[in-house]
């Protein structure tokens, strides 16, 4: 049943969401369609400064709480009685109020493995950013190979290059083989796993694992319940020629709600439009 103060409507759901950014670093433009195994250092220090930029519109939930807008459908007595001491005690504006948005938690996993190498350096950029730019919402970030580790606390650092040189001394298995399903059950089992709750999850890798197919389609399964979305990026998804025939692949995507390529600056702005949208 509608009533008269619901706030179902559009407006005041959602604040309007902030654009990614279209403006590219000069050196960039002409390369937005490269695929990122072509980049040097100096490209993705460039990529990693516009990335900062553009993840300011991250997904958001409602929550229980209600802050005064002027374009709000129930009317705030408090707000309405405080506003009438200027004219004299009496409610001559009525102020009104709407449910107060808060970020969606951003859970980002990096496949560091060998088959990503020419990836891993762009996708920890992109994991730095979501922990710059989401404060409100505690992101939580981890990289993977044989073995997950949590990368959260060195991406803080406000140096791009020192933070993903930490990141990089952190991860001991870095380029090794691949076990996807075993480092999801590690997080599931972690005490970070409550993280997933409600949360926006990404995991970026190409989907050649190591485990037992049906194994990462139980953990999947486990972190679908969890999560308020699930987004796999796979840069190898760019190739025209590519098919998710790879059993850990295959076994994934019936519980991903997006599958993106991530290859190139273009299609990892249409990533962040696509989890920025996704509230």
């Known amino acids: 049943m509608m009533t008269g103060d619901d706030d179902s409507g559009e407006d005041d759901i959602h604040d309007v969401l902030?654009?990614?950014?279209?403006?590219?670093?000069?050196?960039?433009?002409?390369r937005a369609d490269e695929p990122f195994a072509r980049f040097?250092?100096?490209?993705?220090?460039?990529?990693?400064?516009?990335?900062?930029?553009?993840?300011?519109?991250?997904?958001?939930?409602?929550?229980?709480?209600?802050?005064?807008?002027?374009?709000?459908?129930r009317i705030d007595l408090r707000a309405t009685m405080?506003?009438?001491?200027?004219?004299?005690?009496?409610?001559?504006?009525?102020a009104r109020s709407r449910p107060r948005n808060r970020q969606r938690r951003i859970v980002m996993l990096c496949d560091v493995?060998?088959?990503?190498?020419?990836?891993?350096?762009?996708?920890?950029?992109?994991?730095?950013?979501?922990?710059?730019?989401?404060?409100?919402?505690?992101?939580?970030?981890?990289?993977?190979?044989t073995s997950l580790t949590r990368l959260t606390p060195v991406l803080a650092h406000r140096s791009a290059e020192t933070a993903v040189r930490k990141a990089n001394d952190k991860?001991?298995?870095?380029?090794?083989?691949?076990?996807?399903a075993g480092s999801v059950s590690e997080l599931l089992?972690?005490?970070?796993?409550?993280?997933?709750?409600?949360?926006?999850?990404v995991i970026a890798s190409d989907g050649w694992d190591s485990d037992d197919p049906t194994r990462l389609a139980h953990a999947l399964a486990r972190v679908r319940r969890r999560a308020h979305r699930?987004?796999?990026?796979?840069?190898?998804?760019?190739?025209p020629d590519f098919r998710p025939l790879a059993g850990s692949m295959a076994a994934?995507?019936?519980?991903?709600?997006?599958?993106?390529?991530?290859?190139?600056?273009?299609?990892?702005?249409?990533?962040?439009?696509?989890?920025?949208?996704?509230?």
């Open 18 to 30: 902030t654009a990614v950014p279209d403006t590219l670093p000069s050196r960039l433009v002409a």
């Open 40 to 73: 040097d250092a100096g490209d993705l220090r460039l990529l990693g400064a516009w990335l900062e930029q553009a993840t300011d519109a991250w997904p958001s939930r409602r929550t229980r709480r209600r802050e005064v807008h002027r374009r709000g459908r």
């Open 82 to 94: 405080n506003r009438s001491r200027a004219t004299g005690w009496e409610p001559v504006v009525l």
């Open 113 to 145: 493995s060998r088959s990503m190498q020419p990836y891993a350096a762009i996708y920890l950029h992109l994991m730095r950013a979501a922990v710059q730019r989401q404060t409100a919402g505690r992101p939580e970030v981890f990289a993977f190979s």
């Open 171 to 180: 991860v001991v298995d870095r380029f090794g083989g691949t076990h996807i």
């Open 189 to 201: 089992a972690s005490p970070h796993g409550n993280a997933l709750r409600g949360a926006v999850v």
């Open 230 to 239: 699930l987004v796999w990026l796979n840069p190898r998804a760019g190739d």
């Open 252 to 279: 994934a995507l019936p519980f991903c709600d997006a599958f993106l390529p991530a290859h190139s600056v273009s299609a990892l702005r249409e990533v962040l439009d696509v989890i920025s949208r996704m509230g």
